[in-house]
């Protein structure tokens, strides 16, 4: 079980919360897996599922609002990562009402 508390780089951040976005509507697809493994690599997004599901919901949040400001610092950041998010809620052909609300959510919780 990895216990890690920290990212090493932006990337690391960035597939540890688009894997968070996954899980939103309970139902981590397929397809949401390939496209993350495929902008990460595999071994990056193994790496930080087995982190995302070796926490508790409280943590893994914690661990997202830990490290914002450190990944997102400008509105081309956010902008990148709100593209990402939009991303992953389609990938599925299914962008539920609670993945639009966890978008409402990600745009409030890294505004600059």
Do not use: P
Not at 3 to 8: H, L, N, Q, R
Not at 106 to 112: E, H, N, Y
């Amino acid at each position: 079980m990895d216990s890690i508390d920290s990212f090493e780089t932006q990337e690391d951040f960035l597939c540890y919360l688009m894997i968070y976005a996954a899980y939103v509507d309970f139902d981590f697809s397929s397809e949401e897996k390939t496209l993350i493994a495929q902008q990460f690599g595999q071994s990056t997004f193994d790496k930080w599922h087995r982190v995302f599901l070796s926490k508790g919901d409280f943590q893994q949040l914690k661990l997202i609002m830990d490290h914002k400001e450190h990944y997102i610092k400008n509105s081309a950041h956010k902008q990148k990562l709100i593209s990402m998010l939009n991303q992953v809620f389609g990938s599925d052909g299914d962008y539920s009402k609670l993945e639009k609300n966890q978008m409402l959510f990600f745009d409030r919780l890294f505004s600059l």
